[in-house]
């Protein structure tokens, strides 16, 4: 049986187990090696066009050129200020429709969520119990009348009678009595024939105004009970009302203005978008202001009439209302996209007459409505000179205040029209 031989001393294995690490060593060093002189390379191959690019600017004579940025002149102009609040659209006129007599319905004449008139046909109630009651209410008419007539007649020869003592005056009283009554009963037959006439036709469930129809809450066959079934809602279409809550302050100041301009209170226009409309292309007009301010909010209800010719306007759609807050006043406006932000400062950059790109801190006010324009214009409250050159594109080439920069006029257009400011 074959055996390995141990090793003599511990000097032998210690011998053995530094060459293994020394050979491991040398591969690493190798391998590093290699590794080193192919970065080397890639940094030497990336150098070589930057040298040249180097070489060609320094061939050039000069430095990095200063950079175009588009510049334009602060504009003075009237604002006409606005206030936006949240609303809801309503209808003027919302019904819901409950038959006045009880009854099994009959038919439905009308399609859901079609226009109607006022008057139209909608539901239809089984007549047959109140034309029956109709006839009886008829024959009893009738009877009273008989009766009515053979008390006058009776009446008629008491009084002969009574002339020449052949009655008595109590039989005389008593006729004249039981005309009196016969007549109270043609009354109470006439009012019930027109109370009978009065439930046959509330059988018809009639539109009570027009507008848009919902879909029916009872079909044919169900019991529909007077004054207590919803059959069906309806709203009137042809204008709406937008409800909105004004702040207190905003209303303090719609308040004053309205009495320096002599006007009274819910005299005032309002613009108004709804959905994904441009701009706010509808006005309508304040009618309603509430009578007091509401202590959990700290707002007041307000409601505007807006026409809606075309039907667009629903019930119950989110609104942005427009109010006239201040009025008209002029204001120094430049381009939105100018303004910068610095944390919670905002700011701009303006060319000084050596060319330079110079900050300044702003104070700003609401963005000025340039509808169709193609751009918005902010209101600066503080911190701009009228004489100022904003540079509005080209502010990504300013790496710190002061740069050199090539100024080339923009182009803005001027409104004719005041600006509507909305805060």
Known sequence: MATTKPFRDCSQVTAVSQFHRYRSLEMKLRHNNVWLGLQLLCVAAAAMPLAGCNSSVASGGGGMPAPEVMVSE?????????DEFNGRVSAIDSVAVRPRVSGYIERMAFKEGDEVKKGDLLFLVDQRPYQAELHNVSARLEHARTAAELASAQVDRAQTLIGVNAISREEFDNRKAALAQANSDVHSAEAALAKAKLDLSFTEVRAPVAGRVSSALLTVGNLAQA???????LVSQNAMYVY???DEKSYQRYQSRLQNSG?????????VNVANEVDFPRTGKVDFLDNRIDPNTGTIRIRAVLPNADKTLTPGMYARVKLDGSGQFKAMVIDDKAVLTDQDKKFIYVVSKDNKAMRKDLVLGPLVDESGQGHAMRVVRSGLDPNDQVIVSGTLKIFYPGMPVKPVRATLNTAANPASVAK
């Open 263 to 271: 006007k009274r209170s819910g005299s005032d226009f309002v613009r």
């Open 244 to 246: 909105f809550d004004c």
């Open 227 to 233: 004054d207590q079934s919803v059959l069906t809602t």
């Open 74 to 82: 602060v504009q003075e102009r009237d604002v006409h200020s606005w």
